[in-house]
């Protein structure tokens, strides 16, 4: 197959090299011209483990190119994938005019007919907005060429987006007609022929829904756990083990019920208040997912509010955060979690110390009262208190001794569970660990 991917950020990147890797041609097209100068001299402008070897391979076998020009990129495929941003507005509704440019340009410049992929998340009822715009486009310049219009949801992972693409737990198509769903299948036959995963051929609309569906469910399950969280610590009780008794039961499962932050990234915070305004727009008041926003922030304002209970002084005191990133294996801090708690933390005057492995470049113009660290224990050295923002494995590996050695004040507080409390505890360090029984008396 001929493939045109509209849009090379980090799910029509994936989406490329992937495809190619399958053994299609395959040619991204983004107005970015830096991106695509940097793309075709084989630089990935982003952390994603295992993209750039594909990336490489793809480029090297002459199956995927990189060009700024949609002229260059559209004429002679067979389909267009459409995976461009589609940021929140002001009012927190999806901003499709992204989607809308690229429908465009694959009216103005097919020359045949072309199936055009959403592959980007959209609000129900899409679909029928670009079968509209391709129809009156063809009109326009007097064509008559009928385009069909599919939704190809994705369901990747940060930090694990190639193994998801190339090793999905299902695929999802929602075509209107039996060609376009003939097609998507023929572009999938090489991924299903070395993977067995459920297939799911469907209408447009409903393929629609299910992404924003599943999005708001996981973050629902994060919000749940979060509230279960802070019954736990009034409790005295254990979230873990909680969470894992819960997880034993097939119908709950124990992923996404990791105490925590709340959720972040990309999608999940977009997605839910996404999802909110379309419900909303169809007639329907989806409180639950405005609970789960709600739990969502009061998780990210844990941590300011545990160093205020042991510290009883935050300002002027050098904090240390330990991760970025909004999750570990990925540079991405978009809606990271640790963002609210560095403002939190320099609203209250408080210095921070900052480490993340790979995502510091990403605030190279931003804050620049924050002391960037290159590791952890310069970022703990001499400060007053942790925060731990990101599980990575790197701040596993830090023994609770040494955190004693190298912190002034004891105080450590666990956002992401990386340390036994029994040890942090045995090693003399007053620790906030979330979902865990709290510390009734200040340390300070």
Request: with cysteine.
């Amino acid at each position: 197959m001929r493939i045109c991917i509209i849009g090379v950020g980090h799910v029509g990147l994936v989406s490329a090299a992937c495809f190619a890797e399958l053994g299609h041609d395959v040619v991204g097209v983004d107005d970015d011209p830096a991106k695509i100068a940097a793309l075709s001299a084989g630089e990935v402008p982003f952390y994603e483990p295992g993209l750039q070897d594909i990336v490489s391979a793809g480029l090297e076998a002459g199956r995927l190119s990189f060009t700024g020009s949609h002229a260059e990129a559209i004429p002679g495929v067979d389909a267009v994938f459409i995976c461009v941003g589609t940021p929140r507005r002001e009012d927190g509704a999806p901003n499709l005019a992204y989607v809308q440019r690229a429908a465009a340009s694959v009216a103005q410049l097919a020359d045949r007919p072309v199936a055009v992929i959403e592959k980007s998340t959209v609000p129900v009822r899409t679909g029928e907005r670009i079968k509209q715009a391709l129809a009156l486009q063809a009109q326009a310049q007097g064509t008559g060429m009928i385009h069909r219009v599919v939704s190809n949801p994705e369901f990747l992972r940060e930090g694990n987006a190639v193994e998801d693409t190339l090793r999905p737990d299902r695929v999802v198509v929602g075509a209107d007609d039996e060609h376009a769903h003939a097609l998507l299948r023929d572009i999938y036959e090489p991924l299903l022929a070395v993977h067995d995963c459920p297939y799911v051929a469907t209408d447009v609309r409903t393929a629609e829904l299910i992404k924003h569906s599943s999005n708001a469910f996981l973050a629902t399950k994060i919000s749940f756990i979060n509230a279960v969280a802070r019954i736990c610590e009034l409790a005295g009780a254990d979230v873990q083990t909680v969470a894992d008794a819960m997880g034993h039961d097939a119908r709950i499962g124990r992923a996404f019920l990791n105490a925590g932050l709340g959720y972040g990234g990309s999608c999940f915070p977009k997605d839910v208040e996404a999802f909110i305004h379309i419900a909303a727009d169809l007639g329907y008041d989806f409180g639950l997912l405005r609970e789960t926003e709600r739990i969502n922030r009061e998780a990210k304002s844990w941590p300011i509010a545990e160093l205020r209970r042991l510290m009883w002084n935050v300002t002027d005191k050098e904090v240390a955060v330990l991760g970025l990133a909004f999750k570990p294996g990925t540079d991405d801090i978009r809606d990271a979690p640790a963002i609210d708690v560095i403002e939190d933390l320099r609203a209250e005057g408080a210095t921070v110390r900052l480490h993340d492995p790979v995502a510091l470049h990403q605030i190279s113009d931003r804050w620049p009262d924050v002391v960037r660290c290159a590791s952890a224990e310069e970022a703990l050295e001499g400060a007053h208190a942790v925060v731990v923002a990101t599980e990575w494995d790197e701040y596993r590996a830090i023994r609770p001794e040494r955190l004693a050695e190298l912190l002034t004040y004891p105080v450590v507080i666990d956002a992401r569970a990386v340390w036994d409390p029994v040890a942090l505890a045995d090693a003399g360090l007053s620790a906030a660990t979330v979902g865990q029984p709290r510390t009734e008396v200040s340390v300070l």
